[in-house]
């Protein structure tokens, strides 16, 4: 039996007999001549049946098949070759007529989102569409790729958990058994563990949930985490060099890997030298002066403030990156580390990209007695964090990390209108199907 081969190595078999499976792409009648566009995992190869597609009953676009038949060169046809039909075994006949074209080019600013994301499994087949999860999973290949290249070691921690690691109200209360627990927002206790374990470096690439009363293009209330933790560092920007290194090395691995999917979306990957540093007060001042937005005594940026503030980073250096630096104490987690020189203000960071935080990471406190102090500022019971103050009583090296969001990411690296054109299968305020 002939072995099945690929679109994309057709090229490779002219003048041999092959298989291929796949879907019908597209059918295209000349006269007494069909020409059937085979798309499969790697791309797609024109087929020609001399007998026209009334030769094979049912056979549609969608459809799975069968193709046996010979390869030939032909440089009108995509990829300079095509296969000449013997014959065609439909698999599973397309039943129906998709409620997107599958095999045209689609405007994602102009197809209703809705559309997209209630009809998700069909949709999903458009290449347009799954070129941003290729895209999305060499992300995710290539962050785990250097991690492990720099000596981290991948974790897997519970997403569901007792307490929430920052408090407040954004945590989704599940019923277990008999008792009210929650869902993971994030690995972040469990990464600071697992640094004091010994292991020191560590990762994660795990789903956190955020009970987040919004409904915005930037928001999901379920999403991917990028996570990392390692110790023995002496400050926040010993993590800021090492994330800088990695954003460079995951944009390096998609520009090499992805060259297709980047060129569908008219998109290259950020190429620099270095990324910016401001403080917030520098970010805010920027804003004020040179972008007419005061935020005041405001203790972050809003979104306007962010899109504005890269805007002008990137017509004044050519990055399209920025770290914020210095939020105040008050407005991070219990355990981010303050300023010695100054506690009102934290050794915590935010990457900005193209107009939109992709990044939130710091320094985080490493000795017991400060960090009880701190949660107890913060209202919290210390005997509910038990579990994760055993880490820190027995002894924890100074530490740091950061979470990167997946679809964030991915969603400004191609230039996307909403997130959840970069998540599979988007849970929002509203949205918990398909």
Known sequence: MIKRILAIEVKEYIGKEVLLQGWVHRIRQLGQVSFIILRDRSGIVQTVAEEGVVAFPGLSNESIVIIRGKVSADARAPGGVEVRVRDIDILSQALDTPPIEINKKIDLLKTNLDTLLT????????????????????????????????????????????????????LFSVRYFEQNVYLAQSPQFYKQIMVGSGLERVFEVGHAYRAEDHNTTRHLNEYVSLDLEMGFIENEQDVIELQKKLIQFMFTEVSS????????????????????QLTLIEA???????????????????PEGERLLCQ?????????????????????PFYTMPREDNPEVSRSFDL???????????????????????????GLNEKDFDFYLQAFKYGMPPH???????ERITKQLLGLGNIREASLFPRDRTRVAP
């Not at 992805?258 to 910016?276: G, N």
């Not at 002008?312 to 991070?332: F, Q």
């Not at 740091?400 to 997946?406: H, K, Q, R, V």
Request: hydrophobic share 35%; charged share 30%.
């Open 119 to 170: 009809f998700r499994a069909v949709c999903l087949r458009n290449p347009d569409i799954l070129s941003i999860f290729k895209v999305q999973a060499e992300l995710i290949r290539a962050f785990r790729q250097f991690l492990i290249q720099e000596n981290f070691t991948e974790i897997h921690t519970p997403k569901i958990v007792a307490t929430g690691t920052e408090g407040g109200a954004e």
């Open 257 to 276: 890997n992805c060259a297709a999917e980047l060129k569908l979306y008219k998109v290259k990957t950020p190429q620099f030298k270095d990324i910016p």
């Open 284 to 302: 805010k001042e920027i804003l004020r002066s040179k972008c007419n937005k005061d935020l005041k005594e405001a203790p972050d940026l809003d």
């Open 312 to 332: 002008y980073i990137k017509k004044n250096t050519g990055e399209g990156l920025v770290y914020i630096t210095s939020y105040p104490i008050s407005k991070r």
């Open 352 to 378: 900005l990209y193209d107009g939109e935080e992709i990044t939130t990471g710091g320094q985080r406190i490493h000795n017991y007695g400060q960090l009880i102090k701190k949660m107890k500022e913060a």
């Open 400 to 406: 740091g990390g950061l979470a990167i969001g997946t």
